[in-house]
């Protein structure tokens, strides 16, 4: 037998391949299952309503993105303060 089977994991195709040459034999696609157009309706609609809903979620978390950041600076600066006494030091000089 000097014929090789594979099937496509991407497509599901069914190729046959010939051992010695490696030249492709033949190749069969599967059959695409076509839905209704009601089904691909709703389906659209099911994408939508995803898209929106990532959408709005993005735009709560740069909303708090700001406030976050904002009360991250205020901490920083609180910190600076405390820490204005000694002077900087950097951590490459101890060397």
């Known amino acids: 037998m000097n014929k090789v089977h594979v099937i496509c994991p991407c497509c599901e195709a069914s190729i046959t391949v010939d051992k010695e040459s490696g030249a492709v034999i033949?190749?069969?696609e599967k059959e695409k299952h076509?839905?209704?157009?009601?089904d691909l309706q709703s389906e659209m609609a099911k994408k939508s309503k995803l898209r929106d809903e990532l959408f709005n979620q993005e735009q709560k978390a740069q909303k708090d993105r700001a406030r976050i950041l904002?009360?991250?600076f205020r901490?920083?600066?609180?910190k600076a303060d405390k820490?204005?006494?000694?002077?900087?030091?950097?951590?490459?000089d101890f060397d």
């Open 26 to 28: 033949s190749f069969d």
């Open 34 to 38: 076509l839905g209704s157009f009601e």
């Open 70 to 72: 904002d009360e991250k």
């Open 75 to 78: 901490e920083a600066v609180k």
């Open 83 to 92: 820490d204005s006494d000694e002077p900087f030091r950097n951590p490459l």
